[in-house]
């Protein structure tokens, strides 16, 4: 079975400082991609940065940027200069492109505080 | 591009009745997605439609559960009948094809059943 593990439920940051969230999955298929997405207060779903298993250098949004060690199965966010409007829910999700199934974390809460 | 667009934004209904939610995905996208998420079970897919044809309704709670797509650019989601335990937050989303192109989530429908 597929699974997502965030293991921290919430996190807590000074405005303009740097955090990193955790998220490991755990599958036996090689071909996969790997999503975080962000759910401010508004609960819309926004994609904030996806990367590729079969791709080794680790993918960058402006701020935003990941740490993907896929021997570890692990796959953390660094959110840099940390703003107010990046308070929210942030879901780790696991794509497997064989049988197609998008599997996601239970979040972690970020919170930024002034 | 106006993004996936979902109506109600909110809706408070009561017990036994019908609730009907609707959902246009962007334009050009071949794959609809109906997720449910509450505290509990996290995010949960329910539905996915490709090129108007449901392909995995294995998400679906039960038959109280329904969902159709006329066309490219219009689904529903309904309930009938509705219970109190299917209050929840239900998103949209929409991708250019299937699971392997990135999905982009509408604002959701946050459901209350009395």
């Known amino acids: 079975a597929q699974t997502v593990t965030q293991s921290q439920p919430e996190m807590s940051v000074q405005e303009a400082e740097t955090v990193t969230l955790s998220c490991t999955y755990d599958?036996?298929?090689?071909?996969?991609?790997l999503f975080w997405y962000k759910q401010p207060p508004s609960r819309q779903m926004i994609l904030v940065i996806r990367?590729?298993?079969?791709?080794?250098q680790n993918a960058t949004e402006n701020r935003f940027s990941v740490n993907f060690q896929k021997a570890a199965k692990s796959f953390s966010l660094k959110i840099s200069d940390s703003q107010l409007g990046d308070t929210a829910m942030y879901f780790c999700a696991l794509l497997l492109i064989r049988g197609g199934k998008l599997i996601f974390g239970q979040g972690t809460e970020l919170s930024v505080k002034p | 591009d106006a993004g996936v667009i979902q109506s109600p934004r909110h809706e408070v209904t009561e017990m036994g009745q019908e609730v009907t939610l609707r959902c246009k995905p962007i334009s050009g996208h071949n794959s609809l997605f109906w997720y449910r998420q509450t505290m509990m079970r996290g995010l949960e897919l329910l539905i996915y439609?490709?090129?108007?044809?449901?392909?995995?309704d294995s998400g679906m709670p039960e038959d109280r559960f329904s969902a159709k797509m006329p066309n490219a650019s219009f689904s529903t989601l309904k309930i009938q009948p509705s219970e109190p335990r299917d209050s929840a937050v239900y998103f949209c989303?929409?991708?250019?094809?299937?699971?392997?192109?990135?999905?982009?989530f509408g604002p959701g429908t946050r459901l209350l059943v009395l």
């Open positions: 599958t036996s298929e090689n071909n996969y991609y």
């Open positions: 989303a929409s991708s250019l094809q299937g699971f392997q192109e990135t999905q982009y």
């Open positions: 990367q590729e298993a079969y791709k080794q």
């Open positions: 439609f490709n090129n108007n044809v449901p392909i995995d």
